[in-house]
């Protein structure tokens, strides 16, 4: 989900998508299948594998922190597992943090 938030950017001048339905369409648009399978994909994408619930993604003008490599963090799980939840950058790296961490890197 990551790589393809960040290619979204690369090809709209570094602006991230406005709304989750731009993006859903930007990632059917860059698909070579169409059909059933393909939005039930992108719906899977758009969930964490971990905690099962759809990913909290920012939209819109992104204005919390960025990764240690300096992508913006994008994305992040609800819930977690075990008091730790994953986050992701435009450029897919994925990171565990905690709560209070949380709250640092994402001002949503």
């Given at each position: ?14 602006r ?21 399978e ?6 899977a ?15 819109g ?22 008091g ?25």
């Open positions: 989900m990551g790589t393809l938030y960040g290619q979204y950017m690369a090809q709209h001048n570094g991230a998508p406005a709304n989750e339905k731009q993006f859903r369409e930007f990632v059917l648009a860059n698909q070579t299948r169409s059909g059933k393909v939005t039930e994909a992108v719906d994408l758009l969930h964490s594998p971990t905690d099962g619930q759809p990913l909290r993604i920012c939209y003008e992104l204005t919390g922190q960025v990764s240690p490599n300096g992508y913006p963090w994008i994305a992040h799980e609800q819930t977690g597992v075990n730790m939840i994953k986050i992701i950058s435009a450029r897919g790296e994925l990171d565990e943090v905690n709560k209070e961490e949380l709250v640092e890197l994402f001002s949503d």
